[in-house]
C-alpha cells in the first residue's frame, strides 16, 4: 500500500498516512464544499488499511483547529471505521491535540471521544 | 422585504461590523472567514468567541451555496455559487450576531420551518443529543450537507435561532436568519 498525501488548502486540512510506520496525521481546518469529494478518498485508503494492518498498533493525531458540520459527519464515518477496526484486535490510539485556548475544538474531542468505545482515545493540549 | 431594504435596514443600524451581499462560492466563505477572523481578533474577542462565530458564518454562508434559489451557473469543476447576503454584527447588549438572507423555494418553507423549530427551544444537552443522534444517521434525501448545520448553530449560539421566512411571489420567499453567538 502506498503512503497517502495531501496538503492542506484553506479549508481542508493536511493528510499525511503511513501504512509502514501505522503513524497517521490530521491537521489543519476542515470546511470544504463538498465533504464526499474530499474524504471520499481517505475512506478508501481506510478501508484497505484496516485490513492489511489488522493486529498492529495504529497511532493517529488529530489537530483541527475548526471543521464544519459536514466535515464532523465525515469524522464521525471514521471514527466508525476505527472503532470497528479495534473492536477486532487492531490497537488504534487516537491522539486529539487543541490549543489550550480553543475550547470549541476540546468539546469537539469530548463528544468524539464519547462515541468511541475500543478506540484509545487521548486529548492532549498544547500551548 | 427584499434584499435592498434588508440592506438599508441594517446599514441604519450601528451595528453592522461587516456585509456582504452577492455571489456566494467557497472561495468567498473562505475570503469573508479570513476578514472576519481578523476583524474580530483586532476587537481583541476571544478566541472561543472567534470560533463560534465562524462557526455559525460558515454554516450560514455554505447554507447559503446549498440552498439559494438565485443561483448563477455551476462552474464545469462542480464548484458552486449563489446568491445572498451575510451580515455580522453587533447587538444591543455588545454581543456578536451572524445573520443570512437568501431566496428559497416557497414550497419547501413548511419543512425548513419545522427544522429550524425543532431545535429552536432545545437546552445545551438535547442539542448535544440530538447532534450525535444525527451525525450517526444518514442524512435526508433532500440534505445536500450533513443536516447538522442548524443543530451546530444552536450549538454554538447564545439564544436561541431566530428567523423569518416571507413570500415574495406566487413560487419565491425570502428566508433570513439571525444567530446570536
Known amino acids: 500500500m502506498d503512503k497517502f498525501v495531501v496538503e492542506a488548502t484553506k479549508s481542508t486540512p493536511k493528510i499525511c498516512l503511513n501504512p509502514v510506520t501505522h503513524m497517521h496525521e490530521i491537521s489543519g481546518e476542515s470546511y470544504p464544499e463538498n465533504c464526499s469529494t474530499f474524504y471520499g478518498p481517505v475512506f478508501n485508503w481506510f478501508k484497505e488499511y484496516l485490513v492489511s494492518a489488522k493486529g498492529s498498533a495504529i497511532k493517529f493525531s488529530i489537530d483541527i483547529l475548526y471543521f464544519n458540520s459536514s466535515s464532523s459527519k465525515a469524522f464521525m464515518e471514521l471514527f466508525e471505521m476505527l472503532d470497528t477496526a479495534a473492536s477486532s484486535g487492531t490497537k488504534i490510539a487516537v491522539d486529539w491535540r487543541y490549543h489550550e485556548d480553543n475550547e470549541v475544538a476540546l468539546e469537539c474531542g469530548e463528544d468524539f471521544m464519547e462515541e468511541v468505545e475500543s478506540v484509545s482515545f487521548n486529548l492532549v493540549s498544547y500551548s | ?181
Open chain 2, 1 to 181: 422585504m427584499d434584499f435592498c431594504s434588508q440592506k438599508q435596514q441594517f446599514l441604519q443600524d450601528n451595528g453592522v461590523v461587516f456585509y456582504f451581499n452577492g455571489p456566494v462560492s467557497q472561495e468567498v466563505v473562505e475570503g469573508i472567514g479570513d476578514a472576519v477572523r481578523t476583524k474580530l481578533k483586532h476587537e481583541d474577542a476571544g478566541l472561543s468567541m472567534i470560533q463560534r462565530v465562524f462557526t455559525i458564518l460558515v454554516e450560514q454562508m455554505q447554507n447559503i451555496i446549498r440552498y439559494s434559489t438565485d443561483r448563477l451557473a455551476d462552474a464545469e469543476d462542480g464548484a458552486e455559487t449563489a446568491l445572498g447576503q451575510i451580515i455580522l454584527g453587533v447587538d444591543d447588549e455588545g454581543g456578536y450576531f451572524v445573520s443570512c438572507g437568501n431566496k428559497i423555494n416557497s414550497a419547501d418553507t413548511d419543512k425548513l420551518q419545522k427544522k429550524i423549530e425543532q431545535v429552536q427551544h432545545m437546552d445545551s444537552d438535547e442539542l448535544k443529543k440530538f447532534y450525535k443522534e444525527m451525525r450517526r444517521k444518514d442524512p435526508d434525501a433532500d440534505s445536500k450537507g450533513a443536516g447538522l448545520g442548524f443543530i451546530e448553530m444552536a450549538r454554538k449560539a447564545s439564544a436561541p435561532l431566530s428567523f423569518s421566512i416571507e413570500p415574495l411571489d406566487e413560487s419565491s420567499s425570502f428566508f433570513a436568519m439571525k444567530v446570536k453567538a
